[in-house]
């Protein structure tokens, strides 16, 4: 949360009804839960990126810097 220190890598909650709905799954029956790890944000600390945004305007100049090490 903004000004706190705290920062949310592992974000999670309940599939919105109407998403079940639109994958024809009936909803009075199932329910979904979704999560997602979150690895731009710890690419955030650890390269100490100010703007989330940044990750997914498809800059090259700055995604240039993330090289990959297979």
Do not use: H
Request: net charge negative; proline share 3%.
């Amino acid at each position: 949360t903004k000004g706190t220190g705290w920062l949310e890598i592992m974000g999670c909650g309940m599939v919105d009804p109407n998403v079940l709905k639109n994958c024809d799954i009936n909803p009075e029956e199932y329910s979904g839960f979704a999560f997602g790890m979150g690895i731009e944000r710890i690419a955030m600390l650890l390269y100490q990126v100010s703007d989330i945004r940044l990750f997914f305007e498809n800059d090259i100049r700055f995604l240039k810097q993330f090289k990959a090490t297979f």
